[in-house]
């Protein structure tokens, strides 16, 4: 049993007239994997992803909508975190340009903020204000290419996420509808990226989330529409990517329909999980520390329907897995050996939950 401190995580969730909560703060117990809803807040709609500056202070969120004061496009907002408690206050909110934005990330020296606008496939750079708050669009960077081969979900360019890379020399957006990771070279001291190279996925695959090994040596890009894992060896100095294997997220004879969501490393870089829509369950993998490559090590249900986002808590000894159309929050226990997940009987009642972030 963990001995260590209770912890503090927020949750992003969709909102509608019977639940306007867009983020909620939680107490986490380790001892026993429990949740404990502290504060709610109603000033956002749609907070439907997360993230903290390099020195949790401030806390970024986007506003997944198609319009925000009467204009095109969604919004990000920043709010001051308090030190010991994390009780978030406003520090302000500025339009993306773009519609639906789904992801937001800031780099390592604290000046700058993405947001990724998926219905609009564009990627929109803000800086950051002396106090945190973020400034108006610096940069608003369109798509383009050729589509994947999916008609019905491929028919425009679909920016799904915007993940700067450990050195904070590059950032990759991985954009759906052109079946690409575009990697872009960060201007952190003016808030803006630079367009520097592509990386092709498999046609189809629809990559959603990207996420960078321990050793920067490679990345692992989820595909939402084909549920597979694609490998790629990153050139941290070039800021290239070459692809190295494809991996599905579902056992072999699984014949339903299923969309893939989040990706995640575990601390000790050994595993790396997936979420699967529609199997409803976490997938997770070894990685192999030479070189790089996934073996499948197993599948725990999420105890709930369609797994979006998901997170590993600070010491990685527990995974929680947001359950956005049953409402609910599911705790598992990590096996630091094996990776697998366990149960442990714990859950929480959280209205549309898609994403969790512990401060």
């Given amino acids: 049993m963990s001995n260590a401190k209770e912890q503090l995580c927020y949750v992003g969730s969709y909102t509608d007239e019977q639940s306007k909560t867009g983020i909620s703060l939680y107490k986490f117990h380790p001892h026993n994997g429990k949740l404990t809803l502290l504060e709610s807040y109603t000033d956002l709609p749609n907070a439907s992803f997360l993230t903290l500056n390099k020195d949790r202070t401030v806390l970024y969120a986007v506003s997944e909508t198609n319009t925000y004061l009467g204009q095109f496009g969604g919004s990000s907002a920043a709010y001051a975190v308090e030190e010991g408690t994390g009780r978030l206050t406003k520090l302000n909110q500025q339009p993306t340009g773009g519609e639906s934005p789904c992801y937001i990330s800031a780099d390592a020296t604290g000046r700058a903020v993405f947001a990724a606008n998926y219905s609009s496939g564009s990627v929109t750079a803000y800086r950051v204000q002396a106090d945190g708050g973020l400034s108006e669009p610096a940069q608003l960077l369109k798509h383009e290419g050729a589509l994947g081969p999916r008609k019905d979900r491929q028919e425009h360019p679909h920016a799904h996420s915007i993940v700067v890379a450990p050195d904070n020399r590059y950032a990759i957006s991985a954009d759906l509808g052109l079946d690409r990771l575009l990697v872009y070279r960060v201007d952190a001291d003016n808030g803006t990226l630079e367009p520097h190279s592509e990386a092709a996925v498999k046609p189809g695959a629809g990559p959603r989330h ?93 105890l709930g329907r369609t797994p979006r986002n998901f997170a590993l808590s600070p010491l990685g000894d527990y995974l929680l897995a947001a359950n956005q159309d049953s409402n609910s929050i599911t705790v598992f226990r990590v096996d630091a050996e094996t990776g697998m997940l366990q149960e442990t009987g714990q859950s929480a009642a959280v209205s549309k939950p898609v994403c969790i972030h512990f401060l």
């Fill in 210 to 302: 990207v996420v960078f090994r321990t050793d920067s040596r490679h990345v692992y890009a989820v595909g939402e529409l084909d549920s597979t894992v694609t490998v790629l060896a990153y050139d941290a100095g070039a800021g290239t990517l070459t692809a190295l294997q494809s991996i599905s997220t579902l056992p072999e004879g699984f014949s339903g329909g299923n969309t893939c969501a989040d990706i995640h490393l575990s601390g000790d870089g050994r595993h790396v999980y997936v979420s699967n829509r529609g199997h409803d369950s976490i997938a997770v993998y070894a990685v192999d520390g030479h070189s790089g490559t996934l073996s499948v090590a197993g599948w725990q249900a999420t």
